[in-house]
Structures are given as structure tokens and as C-alpha cells.
């Protein structure tokens, strides 16, 4: 299992520098569905390259994490969430306590506007992520705790404002975080 670890590192580095910037646009930007939609078909009817060899990759070792979460990103960008969802999930069961995998089967769900979906995988990471990765892990809590306030803002009012203070713990400076809280305690 030593390999695995120094692969696991080196998979978290490498997401969060070529994925972070998609996640953090994504989070923060509402996309046209009618877009999204012509993506996808264009996607589907349009072999694309990456996708095509990392499914290679992963036929001839089914668990090469590093490969399957480039695989996800992959399907991410083409905007295929279906696909990426259960890659997410394939690397969930071989890395169970890999937090990163939940936050971005949360982050497709929601792109595939599954709120339930997305609300339990948020809640999964946020259970996952171990104290020692609390540091760098800080903005991606944020906005999963915010993800939950917003999400319980009708019905569970109390939670909420739980959720958005733990939101605001993590980045003080979340804009849309500080108005929801304002929302929630006016």
C-alpha cells in the first residue's frame, strides 16, 4: 500500500492544479442549460481523444486511481456528469477516505442539478476531510458548507445557519456566504 499513498498525493496536487480552476468557476457561475445540453451531444457524437486513452489506461488496470481521476475531470470539462459521477464513484470505493472524491461527485451531482445527490456527497466530504487536511481543504469546505445552508435555508432554517457559520469559519471573505448569513439571521 505504499505506492497507493505517494499516487494519492500526487493525484490531489496534480487536481488542484489543473482542476481547481474549473471547480471554482463552475461553483460560481450559472451556465445556460441549453448550452450544457448541445455540449453534451457534441461530446457524445464527438469521440474525444483523452477520454478515449484513459479508457484504455483504465481497461488494462481498473484501479489506477490516478488515471480514473483524470478520467473524471475529463468527462468534467466536456461537460459529460453522468459519466463523471460514476468515475467519482469508482474511485470513491477503491479510496474511501479520500476526501477530494466526494467534493467532486458533489460538484458533477450538482452540475447534473441532483441537489439530493449533491447535498449527501457534500456531507460525505465534509465527513471525510481528516484534521490534518483541514488547512488546505479550507475553500472547498466552505463552499460545501454553504452548499448545505443553502440547501436548508426552507427547511431546516436552525441547520442553516449552523451550516453558513462554518462556511464563513472557513473563507471570511465567501461574498455569497456573508448574504446568506444575513438572510438567515434577519
Known amino acids: 500500500m505504499k505506492m497507493p499513498k505517494v499516487n494519492i498525493k500526487n ?16 461553483q460560481t457561475t450559472q451556465a445556460d442549460s441549453t448550452a450544457k445540453t448541445a455540449n453534451i451531444a457534441a461530446t457524445s457524437q464527438t469521440a474525444n481523444p483523452t477520454i478515449e486513452g484513459l479508457k484504455k489506461q483504465i481497461e488494462a488496470n481498473p484501479k489506477d486511481a490516478e488515471s480514473l481521476a483524470k478520467l473524471a475531470t475529463a468527462y468534467q470539462e466536456a461537460s459529460d456528469w453522468t459519466n463523471a459521477i460514476d468515475t467519482w464513484k469508482k474511485i470513491s470505493a477503491l479510496l474511501p477516505d479520500w476526501a477530494p472524491s466526494y467534493y467532486s461527485q458533489a460538484y458533477a451531482y ?15 466530504y465534509i465527513a ?20 448545505l445552508a443553502f ?3 426552507q427547511s431546516n432554517p436552525n441547520k442553516a445557519k449552523e451550516h453558513i457559520a462554518k462556511s464563513i469559519q472557513y473563507d471570511p471573505t ?6 446568506l448569513s444575513k438572510t438567515l439571521n434577519s
Do not use: C, M, R
Not at 476531510?129 to 479550507?138: A, S
Open 11 to 26: 493525484l490531489f496536487l496534480g487536481l488542484l492544479l489543473v482542476g481547481g480552476a474549473g471547480f471554482a468557476h463552475a
Open 110 to 124: 450538482q452540475s447534473a442539478k441532483d441537489d439530493t445527490n449533491a447535498k449527501l456527497a457534500y456531507e460525505k
Open 128 to 147: 471525510t476531510v481528516k484534521p490534518e487536511e483541514v488547512e488546505q481543504n479550507k475553500k472547498n469546505l466552505a463552499y460545501a458548507y454553504f452548499y
Open 151 to 153: 440547501t436548508e435555508q
Open 174 to 179: 465567501n461574498q455569497d456566504a456573508i448574504k
